[in-house]
């Protein structure tokens, strides 16, 4: 930091914040529902264009990227943000203002992260710094809800080798995420021959399987430490309160920063009915799951801590306050993964 062109781009940073303010409400209009990011991806490609970035380009699954080299190709460092929320199509994504508090759908997640990319951009580019190595900026698509990081995930193998370091804009930027959380997420759909309640009372119904195996999962007993978590996020299934239902569904989550940890929360909790597995339970009813979604859990090793004191600083300069360190599940435990 004791760069004089640094020190300049982390005052023009700070002056702009207004018009990266603006860039954000902009973005952020724009909508990006779950697997729709495109509108927002051609805005996030015109601006990187803009500001001169070399080789930038929409990749097959929907990433933006443009490069900005430095005096060296590499270290290479990747500096993404994602372009998805998880609000449905159709969500009004007016942004609206109360005092210093902006309101509207993903306006900190992750259009935020989105809008401060560009900044950096702007602030190197206005100050005249020249990095040792390049920057990679990624506006990723798939991060959010049953993304499952798709983006991410094809941004590692389009770069494998080529990324030296990671680091993704999340969020409201107060705190420092050096964990990566874990998370496998089923469906599980629990089927019988359907009837009439009254005409065909005593069948078996699957909606109470259901509710016995939503049952069994609550009891499940988990460690506070590391932190694993399970949760049954949606059900359904039935036609009509005077019907037994031929179908019924759960979606359920499981987590935890700890592979060991999820590793024996998925076993004892989903893998008897899930795993694309069928099984005919008790009174004929058959339960059939599958794996919607799985990221992988990452610690970050002793060997990447500088680079966590090093970043704590800056945002104690700035908001008076060293950032916490915790753990999340966002695009950076690819980075922790894939390279711990």
């Not at 609550?218 to 005077?242: C, H, Q």
Request: charged share 25%; proline share 5%.
């Amino acid at each position: 930091m004791q760069d004089a062109a640094v020190k300049n781009a982390l005052r023009i940073a700070r002056d702009s914040e207004p018009r990266t303010i603006q860039q954000q409400i902009q973005v952020c209009e724009i909508p990006a529902p779950p697997f729709n990011e495109s509108v927002r991806g051609r805005d996030i490609e015109r601006r990187f264009k803009e500001l001169r970035l070399a080789n930038v380009r929409t990749d097959a699954v929907g990433n933006v990227i443009g490069v900005r080299p430095g005096a060296a190709a590499r270290p290479n460092i990747v500096m993404s943000a994602h372009l998805d929320t998880v609000f449905p199509e159709g969500t009004s994504v007016k942004v609206t203002r109360e005092g210093n508090r902006l309101k509207g759908p993903g306006i900190g997640d992750d259009c935020r992260g989105l809008a401060v990319l560009l900044a950096v951009i702007e602030s190197l580019n206005a100050a005249h710094v020249v990095t040792p190595g390049t920057i990679t900026f990624v506006a990723t698509v798939g991060e959010e809800g049953l993304g499952d990081l798709r983006g991410a995930k094809a941004l590692f193998e389009e770069m494998a080798g080529q990324i030296d370091k990671f680091v993704s804009i999340d969020g409201n930027g107060l705190d420092i995420v050096n964990v990566g959380v874990g998370s496998m997420r089923y469906k599980v759909i629990y089927q019988g021959p359907g009837g009439h309640s009254y005409g065909n009372f005593g069948i078996a119904n699957p909606i109470h399987a259901l509710g016995r195996a939503i049952a069994k999962i609550s009891d499940f007993e988990v460690p506070a430490s590391p932190k694993t978590t399970f949760n049954v996020g949606r059900i359904g299934g039935g036609t009509s309160v005077n019907s037994i239902a031929s179908e019924a569904w759960m979606e359920v989550d499981l987590r935890s920063a700890d592979v060991g940890s999820l590793k024996t929360l998925d076993e004892s909790c989903m893998r008897p009915s899930a795993r694309r597995s069928r099984k005919r339970t008790a009174g004929g009813i058959i339960a059939e799951g599958s794996m919607s979604q799985s990221k992988p859990s990452a610690i970050v090793r002793e060997a990447r801590r500088p680079l966590n004191r090093r970043s704590r600083r800056p945002l104690w300069q700035s908001r008076g306050r060293l950032a916490s360190r915790r753990a999340c599940a966002k695009d950076r435990r690819m980075r922790t993964s894939r390279c711990g």
